[in-house]
């Protein structure tokens, strides 16, 4: 069983940045693709970024060049750094953590972020 926590979110203004973080509980931390979703009011959940176990990134395009994940194996924590936020990245942002052997997921609670203009 792997319990995610994320922190970090909170209010900021257009072209300012903010560090997410969600810290992960369990083992194998290591393996685990872990990912950061956001969902907006009215809108279906998406994709933000994710990283493999050995570090590989991916990001969705709309965020590209403006945010970074990174995870650090020893804390089993994953962040994401936020620069040049828009009004549009307004969302409750999401941790995702996938055992890629059982392909289990598991989620965190959300944390929110809100971009004033």
């Known amino acids: 069983q792997v319990q995610l926590v994320e922190s970090g979110g909170g209010l900021v203004q257009a072209g300012g940045s903010l560090r997410l973080s969600c810290a992960a509980s369990g083992s194998f931390f290591s393996i685990y693709i872990m990912g950061w979703y956001r969902q907006a009011p009215g809108k279906q959940r998406e994709l933000v970024a994710e990283?493999?176990?050995?570090?590989?990134?991916n990001y969705a395009d709309f965020v590209k060049g403006r945010f970074t994940i990174s995870r650090d194996n020893d804390k089993n924590t994953v962040y994401l750094q936020m620069n040049s936020l828009k009004p549009e990245d307004a969302a409750v942002y999401y941790c995702?953590?996938?055992?890629?052997?059982?392909?289990?997921?598991?989620w965190g609670q959300g944390t929110q972020v809100t971009v004033s203009s």
């Open positions: 990283i493999r176990g050995g570090g590989s990134t």
């Open positions: 995702k953590g996938r055992n890629p052997l059982s392909q289990q997921d598991y």
